[in-house]
């Protein structure tokens, strides 16, 4: 299985900062990622993917980037409503696996 | 609007089974594969299985493979998880979800809860 490392988590950030994390997989998966949203109590949301496209209706300040086994996650200026735990996943083979999660909080 | 409710959820004895279903509205599901994915409490996600958009095909986690079972209705649009020989690293809440890739999970459920307790 290919193994999605995820950091840092936490990652504690005041509003309006530009954040960042990062996932890298264990072997090669070209653009074969996503970034999802996950709210307390929510189920996840899509906001990129194939590394670097961002889903319809998403805020502009989200974007993703990376090829092969490394991928950046960006909030251009963080805001509250975007506390959460974002996880990537990589679908270039079965199981699709998920990192563990980066929990964003606010300073 | 896309919409999917998962229902079945309950508490089940170890050893027992459970069918979740998946209703889908809003949307023609027989145009998607369809996922399901599963959170233990206080964990990250874990895919569970997919099945193409005609029930043809089907995958599945090593630690689910020969206890569950997907399936669909395209005439009902509903997804379903057939669980047996339930355990306790079963307990999860278990979401649906549609992939218009087989990779890419666009819309959730607000998933279902299910406790393998004695």
């Known amino acids: 299985d290919i193994q999605m490392t995820q950091s840092p988590s936490p990652l504690s950030a005041f509003v309006g900062d530009r954040v960042t994390f990062t996932c890298q997989a264990s072997q090669d998966i070209r653009n074969s990622l996503n970034w999802y949203q996950q709210k307390p109590g929510k189920a996840p949301k899509l906001l990129i993917y194939?590394?670097?496209n961002l889903e319809t209706g998403v805020p502009s300040r989200f974007s993703g980037s990376g090829s092969g086994t490394d991928f950046t996650f960006t909030i251009s200026s963080l805001q509250p409503e975007d506390i959460a735990t974002y996880y990537c996943q990589q679908y270039d083979s079965l199981p699709h696996t998920f990192g563990q999660g980066t929990k964003l909080e606010i300073k | 609007e896309v919409l999917l409710v998962e229902s079945g959820g309950g508490l089940v004895q170890p050893g027992g089974s459970l069918r979740l279903s998946c209703a889908a509205s809003g949307f023609t599901l027989r145009n998607f594969w369809m996922i399901w994915v599963r959170q233990a409490p206080g964990k990250g996600l874990m895919w569970v299985a997919r099945?193409?958009?005609?029930?043809?095909?089907?995958d599945y986690a090593d630690s689910v493979k020969g206890r569950f079972r997907i399936s669909r209705d395209n005439a009902k649009d509903t997804l379903y998880l057939h669980m047996n020989r339930l355990t306790s690293d079963d307990t999860a809440v278990y979401y649906c979800?549609?992939?218009?890739?087989?990779?890419?999970?666009?819309?959730w459920g607000q998933g279902t809860l299910v406790i393998v307790s004695s």
């Open positions: 979800a549609t992939s218009p890739d087989s990779g890419t999970y666009s819309d």
């Open positions: 194939d590394a670097s």
């Open positions: 099945i193409n958009s005609d029930g043809s095909s089907t």
